[in-house]
């Protein structure tokens, strides 16, 4: 007899925080293959636009060329909008109406005698895409509130010191440059089934109770005042650290706890970089997953056809 299909699961989500910047949820009925497909693609196929051509006209700064277009393409993009462009992969029809580019320039002088600091904020607008600009931009010369964030720093000038540019954004990827991701971070831990053997914890002293309980670097566990048994209080913080087992080891009783990772429950953390809102990360991700299976599935489907039609 062949092997059985695993049993079909419906993976669930569970949303615990949401900001533009922040999301905390949890992945649960799948395993860890998903999730980390689901972590890879976050931080690698999620499309978002980043400066990558720069045109230099004129630059006496102290950095050369290519240090002020390496910093000009790690400058964030609000990047909403991203699924109207065409990147360098992708497919279009209509090639002669497709978006490809949006054109920022650049022109500052230093004409005092104070440093002057050239930032994201000196970045002119394409007249075309107005609502595609560095994130936290603030156009220079406008009045500004004095707790806003100052843009990105680029260079200092001298009196006399000049920079004129023409910068090219593009959609991207950050399989081909870390500049094309839209996350900090984005990290997934495995929920903890943390398991007491109560009757050898009972052989434990109260003061023995209270030093396991404290052996962990995070308030994991905590001694009950009423019925002076030693119970679980929160497993998140378990951060398989392995103190309570090597304590429960000195005190000769292994097998005191049991803590082990389990395989369908992850606690997904993403931190954007303010290209595009977490939720439109998270939800991008998952399309591009859901494409992928349709790849996979069609190919499949084509290379059976020609061997049903080989058996008849």
């Known amino acids: 007899m062949g092997e059985r299909a695993p049993p079909k699961r419906i993976p669930q989500v569970n949303v615990r925080k949401i900001s533009p910047d922040f999301c905390e949820f949890v992945l649960s009925d799948t395993d860890p293959s998903v999730a980390n497909a689901l972590r890879r693609v976050m931080l690698s196929e999620v499309p978002t636009l ?5 045109e230099i006209e004129v630059n006496t700064t102290v950095l050369n060329d290519e240090f002020i277009a ?30 490809m580019d949006i054109v920022f320039t650049m022109d500052v002088k230093c004409t005092g005698d104070d440093t002057l600091d050239v930032t994201s904020n000196d970045l002119q607008l394409d007249h ?31 009196k006399g010191q000049h920079l004129k540019l023409k910068a090219i954004a593009r959609k991207g990827i950050g399989k081909d440059h870390a500049k094309w991701q839209p996350v900090a971070t984005v ?13 050898l914890m009972d052989t434990l002293s ?82 591009v997953l859901l494409r992928k299976l349709d790849t996979l599935q069609q190919s499949l489907a084509s290379e059976a056809a020609p061997m049903a039609v080989d058996n008849l």
């Open 70 to 99: 390496h910093r000009l393409g790690l400058i964030p993009l609000v990047s909403q909008r991203v699924g109207e462009f065409t990147g360098a992969y992708d497919t279009n029809d209509d090639e002669e109406n497709a978006l």
């Open 128 to 158: 075309n895409f107005q609502d595609i600009h560095p994130v936290a931009y603030h156009p220079s010369g406008m009045p500004m509130d004095p707790e806003a964030e100052r843009g990105v720093l680029l260079v200092k000038l001298r």
């Open 206 to 287: 109260e003061e023995q109770k209270l030093e396991w309980v404290r052996s962990s670097p995070n308030p994991v566990f905590r001694v009950n005042p009423v019925t002076a048994q030693v119970e679980v209080l929160d497993a998140e913080a378990y951060r398989y650290d392995g103190e309570v087992i090597a304590k429960a080891k000195a005190f000769g009783k292994e097998g005191l706890v049991s803590i082990t990772p389990r395989q369908d429950m992850f606690i997904f953390r993403v931190e954007g970089t303010g290209a595009m809102p977490t939720q439109q990360i998270v939800l991008s991700a998952i399309e």
């Open 187 to 199: 990290t997934f831990q495995y929920m903890p089934d943390i398991r007491i053997n109560q009757a």
């Open 50 to 54: 980043a400066i990558d051509l720069v």
